[in-house]
């Protein structure tokens, strides 16, 4: 699905499938209104019941702590009625296509679906075939995770507004990640002074995937003076061989130590999407310390699904 698709005739957003291409105004608008939201919640005011009467459904093909959880407070913090869909004792398991699941699923009135699924461009498909319903990406494949990506800038825009000024490194498991896409696609469009991807050469995109990053296969070089360290998990389901046989080796090469960390500048923060292996990907003294913000940016996903969720449901 084109970044196009995902708009309606009158410019608004119908769909979230990729940030791909959104652009800086939407983006900003989104964490602008993520803020606003997080801010009236802080100050005890239950988010505005503008989904008051609407009905939100859960698709999830993969497992999920955060995603899932979040997007089910978000919406019922904004007075949605939310449907966690069972998977397992669903008609799908009988052979159903997933387009005469969501046909029947939308007959019953739904007006958004949150999509995760294993295979690239389900959720685009999904679009292309809802008659009335929003259809939100909640991960698919390598693709695209838009609101990680969305979350993860609003935690980085807590500590530092200007975007110019930034260098971002991430690290890890590039090659399977639908979280580095979508941070590079909502980083770029924030004006990231320059996006480093670091990575063993086997776990590297392919040629040409990511344009705007700087590549390097030396963690201690790429997380040199940058104001931001983005660790990501190792996603084995994803790999078709094992690609990493010795995981201390792994560590030992890729894994944020603080001792790595104090390479990059001073109070640079320390991110990682989770579920996180400590020990493999980040030391467990990284995680908890004074320079993580991994729980910030679990409490962000809320506010952030609030403001999608309202963007597109809200008239
Ligand atoms: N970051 C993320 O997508 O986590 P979950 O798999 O727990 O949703």
């Known amino acids: 699905m084109t970044t196009d698709q995902q708009i309606d ?19 900003s608008a989104l964490l602008d209104r993520a803020a ?12 505005p019941q ?9 698709l999830f093909f993969e497992t999920s702590t955060r995603t899932r959880t979040s997007f089910e407070l978000a919406a019922r ?5 939310v449907l966690n869909f069972d998977i397992a004792s669903s008609s799908t398991s009988k052979g159903e296509s997933l387009e005469d699941t969501l046909a029947t699923l939308e007959a019953m009135q739904a ?13 685009a498909r999904l679009a292309a ?10 991960g698919d494949g390598n693709h695209a995770h838009p609101t990680q990506g969305l979350l993860d800038a609003l935690t980085i825009r807590d500590h530092h507004t200007d975007f110019s000024k930034l260098k971002v490194v991430i690290c890890g498991d590039i090659r399977h990640s639908r979280v580095a896409r979508s941070d590079v696609h909502a980083l770029e469009a924030l004006g990231a002074s320059e996006i480093r991807l670091c ?18 296969n030396n963690f201690d070089a790429a997380i040199a003076d940058c104001d931001v360290v983005i660790m990501l998990r190792l996603q084995r389901e994803r790999m078709l061989e094992a690609l990493i046989g010795d995981e201390a080796e792994y560590f030992s090469r890729f894994g944020l130590t603080a001792q790595r960390l104090s390479r990059a500048r001073p109070g640079a923060l320390a991110m990682h999407p989770g579920p996180m292996n400590r020990g493999i990907e980040i030391a467990a003294d990284v995680a908890d310390g004074p320079q993580s913000v991994i729980l910030d940016q679990v409490a962000n996903g809320i506010p952030v699904r609030m403001a999608v969720l309202a963007s597109l449901l809200s008239s």
Do not use: W, Y
């Open 199 to 216: 990575g063993p050469l086997v776990l590297m995109p392919a040629a040409g995937d990511f344009p705007q990053c700087r590549l390097f």
């Open 111 to 123: 007006d958004a679906f949150i999509v995760r699924h294993k295979e690239n461009g389900t959720p």
């Open 9 to 27: 005739a009158n410019g608004q957003l119908r769909h979230l499938i990729t940030l791909e291409g959104l652009g800086r105004d939407r983006i």
């Open 50 to 58: 503008l989904l008051a009467g609407r009905t939100i459904i859960n």
């Open 36 to 47: 606003n939201l997080r801010e009236a919640f802080a100050k005890g005011a239950n988010g």
């Open 77 to 81: 913090r904004l007075g949605a009625s």
């Open 129 to 138: 075939c809802a008659r009335r319903a929003a259809i939100l990406n909640a």
